[in-house]
């Protein structure tokens, strides 16, 4: 390991951030990976290949773009900087794949709102794993927040709440459980670029997917949308992330990453005229209305 990367897995003491440490950076930039992976509704409807060849092909679009980014980030320096990851690199990546493997799976076997509302777990998995790992506390005002994002993702959901399968379920609680541990990996190691590790899960995911998928069958109008899924929604979302989380705390970038679940009903709206659910606008707005209050009281603070 690295002097850099040792110096990045020394436990962090502070759980509140200024703006002079990159915490307004960090909660923009995840905030707009939220925007961008909250795209990933709308171009699955408009896409006509089934799921594995789906995730098969935006995983291999989204490896290709970010293995270009390391690229240009490491002058060309690619193979050298995938070899120099190190098992946190490999971690992260691992966790990424497992977290969109067992997605795409959970659906297959529970409710949509079963899995929206085991995944908005996710902020408190972080927190403990943050606390556990690295030491890092949470402010009591993050945890209310939580709360409220996760009784919104509850209200979102009521109106299609089904009874889903315990192999479903399961699935949807190791997605949400390898995210959080990605997130806390980016930040205990926040002075590593992790773009090289994003696109090493992309490489994993697409293995995965290989076997169940059909990859020919995509035609050359699906292959342009999932070129656009994987090298904007998922590449571009992945960067993105990556730089933001290793600048907050782990259970307020897993909140943050809620947006996702508030916007992504939003765009289908938009583009296909499905109008969402009373319960969904009621929930989404309770979980918007749970991170500007929260936003608002840091920067007054800061």
Known sequence: MSSTAASAAEPVRSSSPRRGDGRSDGLALVAAAALFWSLGGLLARLVATDAWTTVFWRSVFAALFLLGVTAVQERGATWARIRGLGPAGVGMALCFATASTCFINALAYTTVANALVIQSTSPFIAALLGWVWMGEGVRRRSWLAMAAALGGAAVMASHSWGAGSIRGDGLALVTAMAFATAIVIVRQHRHVRMTAAAALANVFSALFALAPARPSQ????????????????????????????????????SLIGMLENVLGPLWVWLALGETPAAATLLGGGVILGALVVHTALDWREG
């Open 218 to 253: 995509a035609s050359p109008s699906d292959l342009a949308l999932l070129a656009l899924f994987g090298a904007a929604q998922l590449g571009l979302g992945l960067v993105l992330f990556t730089a933001g989380a290793r600048l907050i705390p782990v259970a307020e970038a």
